[in-house]
T-cell receptor, first 109, second 116 residues
Framework: DAKTTQPPSMDCAEGRAANLPCNHS???????VYWYRQIHSQGPQYIIH???NNETNEMASLIITEDRKSSTLILPHATLRDTAVYYC??????????FGTGTSLTVIP | EPEVTQTPSHQVTQMGQEVILRCVPI?????FYWYRQILGQKVEFLVS????????KSEIFDDQFSVERPDGSNFTLKIRSTKLEDSAMYFC??????????????FGDGTRLSIL
């Protein structure tokens, strides 16, 4: 079962920032938060991951709250090609990624 | 940027036949995985593989399934006697590190398996 909860869907206007929330209230101290996205039925695409500090790369920023019970993925300037299902993942025991149902983001022109 | 490649992109097979799905993981990665996604459903973990051994497997990965690293570059998933319910997208993934590592898994674009 997933250790995370996400809203099922969100809309964002093209060019605006998309802020995707995720709750992971049972996360342990050494567990990382990973974000992936899936466009249509393509393979899940890695976006970013973090432990407790905020992270930024060329795709997105990850903001993790101080208590680590929630995080937000930020796509700073959403484009139509960012329309996808976004998954927030904390590994289960072992090395499996449990994908859950994610957030379906629709970027609107 | 290095990527995981999977072949074929689409495989059509008669029920009861054997099928082998092939993957070339990222070259310096040591951990390999298979996941599947039935149309309209979640991505599900099947198996992880390290040092020529299965390290974890799910309930889905029964005796009909096997994995192999036949050479230094390929990683394969074999379904011995396919069933209609095996129809799905199968994704291969690889990572530098395993359970104790924070390294992400990188996925290929999948093989669509259709069982007739």
């Amino acid at each position: 079962d997933a250790k995370t909860t996400q809203p099922p869907s969100m809309d964002c206007a093209e060019g605006r920032a998309a802020n995707l929330p995720c709750n992971h209230s049972t996360i342990s101290g050494n567990e990382y938060v990973y974000w992936y996205r899936q466009i249509h039925s393509q393979g899940p695409q890695y976006i970013i991951h973090g432990l407790k500090n905020n992270e930024t790369n060329e795709m997105a920023s990850l903001i993790i709250t101080e208590d680590r019970k929630s995080s937000t993925l930020i796509l700073p300037h959403a484009t139509l090609r960012d329309t996808a299902v976004y998954y927030c993942i904390v590994k289960n025991t072992g090395n499996q990624f449990y994908f859950g149902t994610g957030t379906s983001l629709t970027v609107i022109p | 940027e290095p990527e995981v490649t999977q072949t074929p992109s689409h495989q059509v097979t008669q029920m009861g036949q054997e099928v082998i799905l092939r993957c070339v993981p990222i070259s310096n990665h040591l951990y390999f995985y298979w996941y599947r996604q039935i149309l309209g459903q979640k991505v599900e973990f099947l198996v992880s593989f390290y040092n020529n051994e299965i390290s974890e497997k799910s309930e889905i990965f029964d005796d009909q399934f096997s994995v192999e690293r036949p050479d230094g570059s390929n990683f394969t998933l074999k379904i011995r006697s396919t069933k209609l319910e095996d129809s799905a997208m199968y994704f291969c993934a690889s990572s530098e590190g395993g359970r104790r590592s924070n390294q992400p898994q990188h996925f290929g674009d999948g093989t669509r398996l259709s069982i007739l």
